[in-house]
T-cell receptor, first 114, second 112 residues
Framework: DAGVIQSPRHEVTEMGQEVTLRCKPISGHNSLFWYRQTMMRGLELLIYFNNNVPIDDSGMPEDRFSAKMPNASFSTLKIQPSEPRDSAVYFC????????????FGSGTQLSVL | GNSVTQMEGPVTLSEEAFLTINCTYTATGYPSLFWYVQYPGEGLQLLLKATKADDKGSNKGFEATYRKETTSFHLEKGSVQVSDSAVYFCALSDRDTDKLIFGTGTRLQVFP
């Protein structure tokens, strides 16, 4: 298996633009997590899905952030409009049966908002 | 709420030195505990886990014991290598919310 695949690896955009990050979880995994990593705040859980359904989005910072999982093999995290403080590395992770199981992380998307 | 506290880094060691990275947790109930490792430019990888009190997780020479009485899960390795240089994250899984809560990470730098 290719592991969790995220795209793009790097994204540079200007303030106010829409940004879409993509994730393909490992086939057969039914839980998907979006994390944000910054020097100041460390790793923050933004949202997670179980069987394609959002279970907890309490970590989503504000309404500018939205996430979808239209099917078991694809998820997106969208920021509209983007702001410089959104600059971070965004990780997607998947697992079998939730957080108690081993999480497999993608390589992340390095987002820079100028 | 549930939380994880790790020692601040960086931890700087010479090759073959003994490593300890402290981790304590606050949780209701009985969470599972994890150590994840992040190598430069990569995502996190599970290093080891323990699911109940007194369990010892081990992998690649690293060990950590689930200590309920001290609410700790310290990471140890007897002899570190340059290739162990990475950021190490302690984490717990909240059984009620099914979330994985990470500490802030500790950077380890090993020099030859």
């Amino acid at each position: 298996d290719a592991g969790v695949i995220q795209s793009p690896r790097h994204e540079v955009t200007e303030m106010g633009q829409e940004v879409t990050l993509r994730c393909k979880p490992i086939s057969g995994h039914n839980s998907l997590f979006w994390y944000r990593q910054t020097m100041m705040r460390g790793l923050e859980l933004l949202i997670y899905f179980n069987n394609n359904v959002p279970i907890d989005d309490s970590g989503m910072p504000e309404d500018r952030f939205s996430a979808k999982m239209p099917n078991a093999s694809f998820s997106t995290l969208k920021i509209q409009p983007s702001e410089p403080r959104d600059s971070a590395v965004y990780f997607c992770a998947s697992s079998l049966r939730g957080a108690g199981e081993k999480l497999f992380f993608g390589s992340g998307t390095q987002l820079s908002v100028l | 709420g549930n939380s994880v506290t790790q020692m601040e880094g960086p931890v700087t060691l010479s090759e073959e030195a003994f490593l300890t990275i402290n981790c304590t947790y606050t949780a209701t109930g009985y969470p599972s505990l994890f150590w994840y490792v992040q190598y430069p430019g990569e995502g996190l990888q599970l290093l080891l886990k323990a699911t109940k009190a007194d369990d010892k997780g081990s992998n690649k020479g690293f060990e950590a014991t689930y200590r309920k009485e001290t609410t700790s899960f310290h990471l140890e390795k007897g002899s570190v290598q340059v290739s162990d240089s990475a950021v190490y994250f302690c984490a717990l899984s909240d059984r009620d919310t099914d979330k994985l809560i990470f500490g802030t990470g500790t950077r380890l730098q090993v020099f030859p």
